[in-house]
Structure formats: structure tokens, C-alpha cells
């Protein structure tokens, strides 16, 4: 093969970061089973979410996969290929990597929204937010699939791809902070019974949101340090089994939570809110989406 260009940062870096995205697909798909196996008197809505996401995530595996194909098999021994337009299916794939992480994102704002005891104005900020990133990344994809090179389109339109993953971490952060935040608070309203669960809940809160958001930064990073070649592009195809596990992890999180439960105990859902009088010590703590018309709750007394 001529040494027009190097296969190890550019082909070699894709190959790997299409097969550890494969490898984590397969991680969603057993979570995706364990979650209808295990919670199926959970909401129709939060169902069709969990359903929605994997369909995403099974697309953007095909068109990933289709776009390692292309580069491997179909143009085996032209390196220039890799120096052109990148191909439809990979338009694709952000397309829908983008749509993954808008609604994963708009589902942990929904957990501040509860919290928040219905208080509208931090989760509206961050659904804006997401939906403003989706709206970019809808842009990224008009324009994407009409450039001729990805060096032409990264000087173009660099910017709006800058712009994007940086409001991303931004908004991850921002909903991780809020979550870990109104958590503290309601610990410090509750019965030291249930403090345990709050403190698993903070830590799982933390994980989560700082994984999501330090994988924006490190796309962010590695396309600013080394736009020429596709390590970036790697790092972003396994973001979107990040966003789509962590959404799982939190849900299928709650078998964990039961086990820590008191006896006279029950917990269904995540997001936490607290009712009752702290003098009474008969404090009630719902964990988990209002999107359920009927939820039951931990009680402590």
C-alpha cells in the first residue's frame, strides 16, 4: 500500500474504536434484557424510551459497521479514500449517536424536574440545551453528507463541531451537579435509615455524569490535538454506548437499591423526592420517575 497516508492513526483507530463499540453494544443489549426481565411493571413510556435508545444504538452500529466495511473491504488498498468525504453511513451514524445522547440527557434533566419538586427553570435550561445540540448536530449531518474532503469540512465547520461537544460536557456536568446537589439536600431531611440508599444513589449520580461528560472532553480534545487523523473518531463512535449504558445502569441500578432496602421497604423507580415531617420520623422517599402513574416509594419509620 503507497505511504500517501498513516493507516495506523487513521483505519487502525477506527477498526479499534468500531469493535469496542461493538463490544459495549453488546454490553446494552444484555442491559436491555435485564431491564425488561426484571422491572416490566415499569411505565409504557420509560419502556419506549429504553426500546428507542437501543434502536438508535443498533443503527448506529450498522452504519458504523457498514463505514469500517467501506474502508477495509471496499477501498482495500486506496488510502486516499481515507483523505475524502467520510462516507453517508457515518453521516448517519452521528445523526443518530446525536439523537441517543439528547434523549439520555433530557431523561436525567426529567430526574431534576422531580427532585426539584416540579420546579421548571434548571431542567428547562438543560433541555434547551440538549435540544439546541441536537439541532447542531442536525446541521453537522446536512452539511457533512454534501463535503468534499474531511479536511475541507473540518476547516469549515470545525468550529461547530468544537461547539457541540463542548456544550455537551457542559450539560453533563450541569445535570450531574444539579442531581448530586438536590440529593445532599434531601439526605439531610431524611431518616438515618435511608441515608445509605441516598449516598449509593449520589455515587452512582457521580459516576455516570462525569463518564458521559469526560468522554465530550476527551472527542473535544483529541479532534483540537489531532484533527488530521481518526482517533477522534473512534473516541466519538464508543460515546454513544457511553450514554446509552449509563441510562440502562441507572435503571437496572434499582435491583441494587432493593437489596439494600429495609424489610417493611419497597423501592420501584430512581430520582428521589421527599414527603412527610422530619419530626415525626416518618419520612417517605420516592425513588424514581413520575412518569409511572403508580410508583410505590421507600418508607422508613
Same mark, same amino acid.
Given at each position: 500500500?503507497?505511504?500517501?497516508?498513516?493507516?495506523?492513526?487513521?483505519?487502525?483507530?477506527? =477498526?479499534?474504536?468500531?469493535? $469496542?463499540?461493538?463490544?459495549?453494544?453488546?454490553?446494552?443489549?444484555?442491559?436491555?434484557?435485564?431491564?425488561? @426481565?426484571?422491572?416490566?411493571?415499569?411505565?409504557? %413510556? /420509560?419502556?419506549?424510551?429504553?426500546?428507542?435508545?437501543?434502536?438508535?444504538?443498533?443503527?448506529?452500529?450498522?452504519?458504523?459497521?457498514? @463505514?469500517? #466495511?467501506? #474502508?477495509?473491504?471496499?477501498?482495500? &488498498?486506496?488510502? %486516499?479514500?481515507?483523505?475524502?468525504?467520510?462516507?453517508?453511513?457515518?453521516? @448517519?451514524?452521528?445523526?443518530?449517536?446525536?439523537? +441517543?445522547?439528547?434523549?439520555?440527557?433530557?431523561?436525567?434533566?426529567?430526574?431534576? #424536574?422531580?427532585? &426539584?419538586? *416540579?420546579? /421548571?427553570?434548571?431542567? !428547562?435550561?438543560?433541555?434547551?440545551?440538549?435540544?439546541?445540540?441536537?439541532?447542531?448536530?442536525?446541521?453537522?449531518?446536512?452539511?457533512?453528507? *454534501?463535503?468534499?474532503?474531511?479536511?475541507?469540512? =473540518?476547516?469549515?465547520?470545525?468550529? /461547530?463541531?468544537?461547539?457541540?461537544?463542548?456544550? &455537551?460536557? !457542559?450539560?453533563?456536568?450541569? +445535570?450531574?451537579?444539579?442531581?448530586?446537589?438536590?440529593?445532599?439536600?434531601? *439526605?439531610?431531611? +431524611?431518616?438515618? %435509615?435511608?441515608?445509605?440508599?441516598?449516598? %449509593?444513589?449520589?455515587?452512582?449520580?457521580?459516576?455516570?455524569?462525569?463518564?458521559?461528560?469526560?468522554?465530550?472532553? /476527551?472527542?473535544?480534545?483529541?479532534?483540537?490535538?489531532?484533527?488530521?487523523?481518526?482517533?477522534?473518531?473512534? +473516541?466519538? $463512535?464508543?460515546?454513544?454506548?457511553?450514554?446509552?449504558?449509563?441510562?440502562?445502569?441507572?435503571?437496572?441500578?434499582?435491583?441494587?437499591? *432493593?437489596?439494600?432496602?429495609?424489610?417493611?421497604?419497597?423501592?420501584?423507580?430512581?430520582?428521589?423526592?421527599?414527603?412527610?415531617?422530619?419530626?415525626?420520623?416518618?419520612?417517605?422517599?420516592?425513588? &424514581?420517575? =413520575?412518569?409511572?402513574?403508580?410508583?410505590?416509594?421507600?418508607?422508613?419509620?
Amino acid at each position: 500500500m503507497p505511504a500517501l497516508v498513516d493507516v495506523s492513526p487513521t483505519l487502525g483507530a477506527l =477498526e479499534l474504536g468500531v469493535l $469496542i463499540s461493538f463490544l459495549l453494544f453488546g454490553v446494552t443489549t444484555t442491559q436491555l434484557y435485564v431491564y425488561y @426481565t426484571r422491572f416490566p411493571d415499569d411505565d409504557w %413510556k /420509560l419502556k419506549l424510551l429504553v426500546a428507542f435508545v437501543w434502536a438508535c444504538e443498533a443503527t448506529h452500529s450498522a452504519c458504523v459497521a457498514h @463505514t469500517l #466495511y467501506l #474502508y477495509t473491504i471496499l477501498n482495500y &488498498g486506496n488510502p %486516499k479514500s481515507l483523505i475524502q468525504a467520510l462516507p453517508f453511513t457515518f453521516d @448517519t451514524a452521528v445523526l443518530f449517536a446525536s439523537i +441517543i445522547t439528547a434523549f439520555v440527557q433530557g431523561f436525567f434533566a426529567y430526574r431534576i #424536574y422531580i427532585l &426539584g419538586k *416540579r420546579r /421548571l427553570v434548571v431542567p !428547562a435550561i438543560f433541555w434547551a440545551i440538549s435540544t439546541f445540540r441536537l439541532i447542531a448536530c442536525l446541521g453537522i449531518f446536512g452539511t457533512g453528507v *454534501r463535503m468534499a474532503s474531511l479536511i475541507t469540512y =473540518e476547516a469549515q465547520f470545525g468550529w /461547530l463541531m468544537n461547539t457541540v461537544w463542548a456544550i &455537551g460536557a !457542559a450539560n453533563d456536568i450541569g +445535570i450531574t451537579v444539579s442531581l448530586v446537589y438536590l440529593l445532599y439536600t434531601q *439526605r439531610n431531611e +431524611i431518616h438515618s %435509615k435511608t441515608v445509605p440508599l441516598v449516598d %449509593k444513589l449520589i455515587v452512582w449520580t457521580l459516576e455516570t455524569g462525569m463518564m458521559t461528560s469526560a468522554w465530550a472532553l /476527551l472527542t473535544l480534545i483529541f479532534f483540537a490535538a489531532m484533527g488530521h487523523n481518526f482517533v477522534w473518531l473512534a +473516541i466519538y $463512535i464508543i460515546g454513544a454506548r457511553v450514554f446509552s449504558n449509563s441510562l440502562l445502569a441507572s435503571l437496572n441500578g434499582r435491583s441494587s437499591l *432493593r437489596a439494600m432496602e429495609a424489610p417493611t421497604s419497597r423501592i420501584h423507580t430512581i430520582p428521589t423526592t421527599t414527603t412527610g415531617s422530619p419530626n415525626t420520623k416518618n419520612t417517605q422517599i420516592s425513588i &424514581g420517575l =413520575e412518569l409511572q402513574q403508580t410508583h410505590t416509594s421507600l418508607k422508613s419509620t
